[in-house]
Structures are given as C-alpha cells and as structure tokens.
C-alpha cells in the first residue's frame, strides 16, 4: 500500500509559481502511473495532471496546459507539479493520488490519496 504525502503550498500572487511534491512511501511507486487533482470550496476534486509510471507521458487539463508541468523521479519516490502563471481560479487544495490507470482523468479510478496541499492565489 502506497501512503502519499504532499507538500510545496501556499499563498502567491498572480503570475506566480509554486513547486508541490507528493512523497510517497511503499514498493508500488515506480510502477504506478500517478496524478495531481485539485478542489476549489464547494466543488467537486477535478483533474489536473497525471503521468506514468516511466514519466515518459503525462496529460493535463485544458484549464492547465502550458503553464503546469507534472514531473516524477523514481529513485526519490516522489511526483512534482510546477505551477507557472497562476491564477486566482488555480486556488485549491491540490492532492497526488496513485492510479493503476496510465493517464487517467478519473479521479474514480485513483486508489490512493494524501492529504493535500493548500494552494492560494491572490489577485
């Protein structure tokens, strides 16, 4: 069983650029295709970001591309997400979660979470 933590939140301005890490503990890690979701108050976890096991292939919300980069180093047991040119409707609790689903959108479809990473954008 996989536990993930993340870490790297916090406040910023718009236009400003966080770094989250998700560490995670377990065997599974390197073979697991992993992914970033975030949930705004009163919304529903909405997909961000996921990449494979290989990090070789990584996918992303429309709402995201080309300002966040999903990343993972293996040997370190841990996933990244770069976050540039953010926004104030970027503001979110951003959670890791691990999938048995290569690039999967579906946050039904993820198995494990962590306990997310506050992340707030000031106008």
């Known amino acids: 069983q996989v536990q993930l933590v993340e870490s790297g939140g916090g406040l910023v301005q718009a236009g400003g650029s966080l770094r989250l890490s998700c560490a995670a503990s377990g065997r599974s890690f390197s073979t697991s295709p992993m992914g970033w979701f975030r949930q705004a108050p009163g919304k529903e976890r909405e997909f961000v970001a996921a990449i494979s096991w290989s990090g070789g292939s990584t996918n992303y919300a429309d709402s995201v591309k080309g300002r966040f980069t999903i990343s993972r180093n293996n040997a370190k047991n841990t996933v990244y997400l770069q976050m540039n040119s953010l926004k104030p409707e970027d503001t979110a609790i951003y959670y890791c979660?691990?999938?048995?689903?290569?690039?999967?959108?579906?946050?039904?479809?993820?198995?494990?979470w962590g306990q997310g990473t506050q992340v707030t954008v000031s106008s």
């Open positions: 979660g691990k999938s048995n689903v290569p690039l999967s959108k579906n946050r039904d479809e993820y198995r494990s």
